[in-house]
């Protein structure tokens, strides 16, 4: 008798900690601005000799069915910038308004650690107007998950920072 509670003790703790390692990936984002009214086309900024990495690729599908493409003479240049940390590490910065940096903020988390995800995974895109520098339109998408990122979680990364629908407020 005392073997069976000792088993059925063990699954039970066995099942819990498959359970924990089995949770689902948290996905956040945020935005700022608008691209101006017409724009169907974006100029993809990259090192010369460099090929878009498979998270560009993603990002240039999903704006692509929104009825943007590439090309090289753009009034809009985009900038992709991914980046994967532990998940233990956040990201405390002064953050403005429109989700920019800003040293005249206080000071908050963007990005706090997480204790129950191994990993975090984000996503910048920025449209700058080719003409005066400024930026039209950013976005953020994160991801926070336990195994390496996975094509599908790569997927919807990509088409939540390239939605262009209205902007979203910046997390806090």
């Known amino acids: ?9 063990g699954m039970a703790a066995f099942a819990v900690s498959l359970g924990a390692c089995a949770r689902p990936p948290i996905y956040t984002v945020t935005s700022n ?3 101006p009214q017409g724009t169907s086309s974006y ?11 498979p998270i560009t690729a993603e990002v240039q599908d999903a704006l692509k069915r ?12 985009l900038y992709v910038g991914s980046a994967t940390r532990p998940g233990k590490t956040g990201v ?11 040293p005249k903020a206080e000071p908050a988390w963007s990005s ?8 975090v995974t984000s996503l910048s895109l920025s449209f ?21 990122l996975e094509p599908a979680m790569m997927t ?13 407020p910046p997390a806090r």
């Open 1 to 9: 008798m005392k073997q069976t509670w000792m088993r059925h003790i």
């Open 33 to 35: 601005g608008t691209l």
């Open 43 to 53: 100029g993809l900024v990259a090192a010369e000799d460099e090929a878009p990495s």
């Open 66 to 77: 929104q009825g943007l493409a590439p090309a090289p003479d753009a009034g809009l240049l």
């Open 92 to 102: 405390f910065t002064s953050v403005g308004e429109t989700g920019a940096a800003d």
């Open 112 to 119: 706090a650690p997480s204790r129950k995800r191994k990993f």
């Open 128 to 148: 700058v107007d080719r003409g005066t520098g400024e930026a039209v339109r950013t976005a953020r998408a994160e991801v926070a998950h336990n195994k390496p």
């Open 156 to 168: 919807k990364l990509a088409q939540d920072a390239a939605n262009l629908q209205p902007a979203l």
